[in-house]
Structures are given as structure tokens and as C-alpha cells.
């Protein structure tokens, strides 16, 4: 018989699969094109710009609640909902109930008619804002949101600078691009004019930062100066922000700042204490609107509060949500105030499919959803537990170099364990997740180098889900960073 080192056994031990909490829905059986069908058909017919996770391109047959069922029925727990889209559930049995019974009636008329469920949507929706943000446009996808929001905020303010962070993602449309500060997403044409970009207030990897500046569960491990009043990498940022003023803003001449309230796609970035604040104060004084980019930090995502922003402190002029608002159904808005909003008269300004009666009821579902089940209530303890269990893993490997979020918005930042802050090699990264998926766990990547780990399940996971989460992702790194 084959004698086993201690260090193998243990590894061995390490390996075993995580038990995956029950579930008592039985998925349909696949009966459609083979796995191979679809790959060629990808290659062929689809758009070769269109990336495809994993080395082997997951085929996803269906869905429910925070559940999906590759072909072959195997089960996974969805820890990315979408890019942060599914909010209340897969398949939530009460939208499509509520969808189908719509499209029974009244599938789609043009807005230039009358029909209620558009009109009863938008007082429920715009019911979730404080102060005069009280008028709703409908859209479909959260770039045409930002992509109204740009043409907002120059009409109104009649100026035409407009700010934004590196690494903010807020779309990929022509106009959005230029917004979006990341070369990932840039294409090689020339640039429109009058956009701007100051650092990203990254407490981590950036040049300022420590252990007390984040509101939020968890702080980083870097030395902080910071005073219990005021925090000091806030106000070197803000430094940096106010020289973009200084050096490229006609004085008193902007349009817009706009921010997430934690940066997605960008790598789960939260700011340091006081940053939005302090930026919406900026944008003021030099004439322009603060758009708060909501797509993946609203309706209750970040647990303490229904919107993201809420956590800055701050009331915004302009508000832009996606996403999570119709729980996948094509469906996206931008909320302002009745004095913004008028600036649109001066043209004629038209949208076919926002705010059709399909995507009304659908997004009125699922701010009920999220009321009655107390989703934001969830978001927060399951997504607190989350992060603190996470946070342990923090401590036992040093691949680990950061964990970071509110609620269910969530990163892990992976670097190469040497005490830099080095990424970790793509290659280890794409092993490791492929790892995570092989067990059972479905996770996004974020960042400019992707080794950023987004954890952004749908908004109903339980405790259970959490545990067999941190039991994967430790399985995983014991398996490939353990020297026991």
C-alpha cells in the first residue's frame, strides 16, 4: 500500500467537495442545440468581440431563484446574478406570473399614448427618493441611462465638461465610453471632447489610504494616520480632484461629475470617507450637477441603505439605475428633478421601448419583492456575514490582499502573496476560478488586471449560501496556495 505524507493527506482533506445547501427545485431537462453546436455557432455567428468566461465556456440552461443549471442539470449558486442584474431571483415565479399576465393584454404601445401601468411605475419608483428627485425617464440599459445623463446635465447647466473617476465603468456606447476611464473599454477612435478624469480614491491600491478611512464591515490592512474626525486620504484626493478643476474646467464651467457609489466594474472600489461628499461640494461650486451612477448599487444592494449614495451622505441631481431595477428585463431610468428634467423640452425627446407596459410591470414587482422579503434587510446581514467570514480567509492567505464592500456588493482582490501588492498572475486567477466554479460557485472579475473576484449574488441567498461560499473559496485556495 502507498504510504501519504502528512502534507498529502491534509491536502486531500482540504480538497474534499463543500456540501451544497439543498435545494428543491427540479430544473427541465436540455433538449436544444449540443454544447458544441453552441461554441461554433459563438464563433461564428455571433459577435467576436463578445468575451466568453472560463476556458471552457459555462452553457448555462436555467435558472431560479439564486440558482443556475448548466446542460446536464448541475447546480451552481449564483455569486454574480448577471453582472449584478438578477436582484430579487432568477425566474422570480411572481414577475413572470405578473409579465405574462401583461402580455396577455397590452405587450407595447409607444409612449406617445396613455397606458397606466407606466404612470403607476413611476410614482412607486421615484416614492424611493428623498428632496425633488421626483421625475422618471424610462430607458433600457443603464449606458443609455448615463448617455441621457450626460445630455441632462449639458443642457441644463449649459456647459459641457464633465468629470469622472479611472477605472469607472458607466457604459459602452460611443458618448459612455469616453466616460468609462479604463483603456479596457476603449476603442481606438478618436475621443469626444469635454470629459475628464481624476484619480480613483482607491484606499487600497492607490496612493492613499488605510485601515480607518472605508465605512464599511471591513478596513484594509495598510497603516492609517487618519484622525477619528477626519480622514486625510479623503482630502488628498479631493486635492487631486480640485487640480482637474484648477488646470482643465473653464472656471465656474462644468456639466457633471459622475460616480459610482463603489466602483463594479473597476474592481468593487470603495472610497475613502468623506470623498462624494466632498466631490459633490466641487461640482457645485463650479456650476455643474453630481450624477450618482446607481446600475449596481441600488435597490437595497448595499444593505444599510436602498441607494448607494445614501451612504455618502449626499442628494444627487441626477440618479441612473439599471440592472437589478427589472431583475433582467430590458429595463433602466434616470430620475432628476422637475428643473433638470425641463431642460429636455428644448427638442423633441422620444424612447420606443422605455417604460412599455412589460418592463413597468416587471420593475413594479420587483420593488415589491424587495419590500415584502425584506431583501435590503437580507442584503445586509447575509452580505455582513459574508464579509467578515471572507476576511478570515484574508488572514490565513496572503494571495488575499484585500476584502472589501457593503451588503452583497463585494470584492476580493487577489495578489501574489509576497507582501506587494502585485496582482496575482492571470493564470493563477483563471485556474483558481475555474476551481471555484468545478465546486459550485458561480463569481465575477473586476479590476484592471481581472484579478478582482465581485461577489454581486441575486438578493435572496441565506446564511447557508454564504457558509458554503467561504467553504469553496477556501477549499480552492487551500488546493492552490497551501504549503501544509
Not at 220 to 226: D, E, G, L, M, V
Request: hydrophobic share 35%; proline share 5%.
Amino acid at each position: 500500500m502507498r504510504a501519504f505524507t502528512f502534507n498529502q493527506i491534509s491536502k486531500r482533506l482540504y480538497s474534499q467537495k463543500p456540501a451544497m445547501p439543498p435545494c428543491n427545485f427540479t430544473p427541465k431537462g436540455y433538449k436544444g442545440p449540443s454544447y458544441d453546436s453552441l461554441i461554433r455557432v459563438r464563433k461564428e455567428r455571433l459577435s467576436p468581440a463578445l468575451v466568453t468566461y472560463y476556458s471552457k465556456p459555462f452553457a448555462v440552461h436555467q435558472g431560479h431563484m439564486q440558482w443556475l443549471f448548466d446542460l446536464e442539470g448541475k447546480r451552481y449558486l449564483d455569486l454574480f446574478g448577471g453582472i449584478c442584474t438578477v436582484s430579487v431571483g432568477h425566474c422570480h415565479p411572481e414577475i413572470t406570473e405578473a409579465v405574462a399576465e401583461q402580455m396577455s393584454i397590452l405587450g407595447h404601445v409607444s409612449n406617445v399614448y396613455l397606458h397606466p401601468k407606466v404612470h403607476k411605475y413611476a410614482e412607486q419608483l421615484t416614492d424611493k427618493f428623498s428632496g425633488d428627485l421626483k421625475v422618471v425617464y424610462f430607458v433600457n440599459s443603464g449606458a443609455e441611462a448615463n448617455e441621457l445623463a450626460m445630455l441632462m446635465a449639458r443642457t441644463y447647466t449649459q456647459n459641457f465638461e464633465i468629470i469622472s473617476l479611472r477605472g469607472a465603468y458607466h457604459g459602452m456606447t460611443n458618448q459612455t465610453m469616453n466616460l468609462t476611464a479604463s483603456s479596457l473599454y476603449r476603442h481606438p477612435v478618436p475621443s469626444s471632447p469635454g470629459f475628464h478624469y481624476t484619480m480613483t480614491p482607491d484606499v487600497y491600491r492607490g496612493i492613499w489610504g488605510g485601515k480607518h478611512c472605508r465605512d464599511s464591515p471591513i478596513q484594509t490592512n495598510r497603516h492609517c494616520t487618519c484622525s477619528s474626525n477626519e480622514c486625510e486620504a479623503s482630502t488628498k484626493y479631493l486635492e487631486q480632484l480640485e487640480e482637474v478643476y484648477r488646470y482643465s474646467i473653464p472656471k465656474g464651467k462644468a456639466a457633471a461629475f459622475f460616480a459610482e457609489s463603489i466602483q463594479g466594474v473597476g474592481g468593487s472600489v470603495q472610497y475613502p470617507r468623506g470623498y462624494l461628499k466632498g466631490a459633490y461640494n466641487m461640482i457645485k461650486k463650479c456650476g455643474g450637477v453630481f450624477v450618482a451612477d446607481e446600475v449596481q448599487t441600488g435597490f437595497g444592494r448595499t444593505g444599510e441603505h436602498y441607494w448607494g449614495f445614501e451612504m455618502h451622505d449626499i442628494v444627487p441631481d441626477i440618479v441612473t439605475m439599471a440592472k437589478g431595477i427589472g431583475n433582467g428585463f430590458p429595463l433602466a431610468a434616470v430620475v432628476t428633478t422637475p428643473q433638470i428634467a425641463q431642460s429636455l423640452t428644448k427638442a423633441q425627446h422620444f424612447n420606443t421601448f422605455g417604460g412599455n407596459p412589460l418592463a413597468s410591470v416587471a420593475g413594479m414587482k420587483v420593488l415589491e419583492i424587495i419590500q415584502r422579503d425584506k431583501l435590503q434587510e437580507n442584503s445586509k446581514r447575509v452580505g455582513t456575514h459574508l464579509l467578515l467570514e471572507l476576511d478570515k480567509l484574508r488572514q490565513e492567505f496572503p494571495v488575499i490582499g484585500d476584502v472589501r464592500g457593503v451588503g452583497l456588493m463585494i470584492g476580493i482582490e487577489m495578489v501574489a502573496g509576497d507582501g506587494s501588492k502585485t496582482p496575482l498572475e492571470p493564470a493563477k486567477v483563471m485556474k483558481y476560478w475555474e476551481r471555484c466554479l468545478e465546486l459550485g460557485i458561480v463569481i465575477g472579475r473586476g479590476g484592471y488586471f481581472g484579478h478582482v473576484f465581485r461577489i454581486k449574488p441575486p438578493m435572496c441567498i441565506t446564511k447557508e449560501d454564504a457558509d458554503f461560499t467561504v467553504a469553496v473559496v477556501k477549499t480552492a485556495l487551500r488546493e492552490m496556495f497551501s504549503n501544509k
